[in-house]
């Protein structure tokens, strides 16, 4: 089975930052992409970045320019630094992956999120 932990969330102010982290148990033989997403109370869960194998990042129309989505080389963890935050970024943040286990099936996974609330 593979778990996917995150963390890094918490409560700033307007024009805050933080940095997200993902971090994927042993069981993954190799990573696809690592994407982040995002949903809050009543809405549906929304893409917000992602990095593929290789290191191509994409993200989502919305993000204006302040999130950065990375990896740590030789480890499974992914990171969101998320800067000049607005309330509108407030939601509970998720990771998910895209690879294969150590029995060689492909699989996608998700992390139980972090919330992350920004304050006016």
């Known amino acids: 089975q593979v778990h996917l932990v995150e963390s890094g969330g918490g409560l700033v102010h ?4 933080l940095r997200l982290s993902c971090t994927a148990s042993r069981s993954i033989f190799s990573v696809e992409a690592m994407d982040w997403y995002r949903q ?4 549906e869960r929304e893409w917000v970045a992602r990095i593929a194998f ?3 990042t994409t993200y989502a129309d919305y993000v204006k320019g302040g999130f950065t989505i990375s990896r740590k080389n030789g480890k499974n963890t992914v990171y969101l630094q998320m800067n000049s935050l607005t309330p509108e970024d407030s939601a509970v943040y998720y990771c998910n992956v895209v690879g ?5 099936r492909s699989f996608t996974s998700w992390g139980q999120g972090t919330h992350v609330t920004v304050s006016s």
Request: cysteine-free.
């Open 40 to 43: 809050v109370p009543g809405d």
């Open 100 to 104: 294969v286990d150590t029995d060689f």
């Open 14 to 17: 307007n024009g805050g930052s």
């Open 54 to 56: 290789g290191g191509r």
